[in-house]
């Protein structure tokens, strides 16, 4: 799969974390979207806004896709990523796999490995 051909709420996921625009962000997702990072679960947009003010936007996240593609009812966007977090002991670059659900042009899941 072309970055071209990624859904628009993917897109504008990324653009919002790039600008930053926290508010934009949120709005990517559904009332009741699941985000799984670190090993934790987050459910619902309030939670996650408190997920991405404090690890996104907190740590000044950045996203680069580099390749896109389709697994099943997914969208796997690989994504180099920066920012001010504690980089020690992380590969460089940091290739993370953001794994999409999307609903009527809502994110109703995300997991990132």
Request: one cysteine or more; proline letters at 5%; charged letters at 25%.
């Amino acid at each position: 799969m072309d970055l071209q051909q990624i859904p628009s709420v993917i897109h504008n996921y990324i653009a919002a974390s790039n600008k930053p625009d926290p508010a934009a962000f949120v709005d990517c997702f559904s009332e009741d979207a699941v985000v799984l990072d670190e090993g934790k679960k987050r459910i619902g947009k309030h939670v996650i806004k408190k997920w991405s003010e404090q690890y996104h936007f907190g740590a000044n996240v950045t996203l680069e896709p580099k390749e896109a593609k389709e697994n099943g009812d997914k969208i796997v966007v690989t994504c180099k990523l920066d920012g001010t977090y504690d980089k020690t002991g992380l590969p460089d670059p940091l290739l993370l796999n953001y794994h999409f659900s999307i609903v009527d042009d809502k994110i109703v899941s995300l997991s990132i490995f």
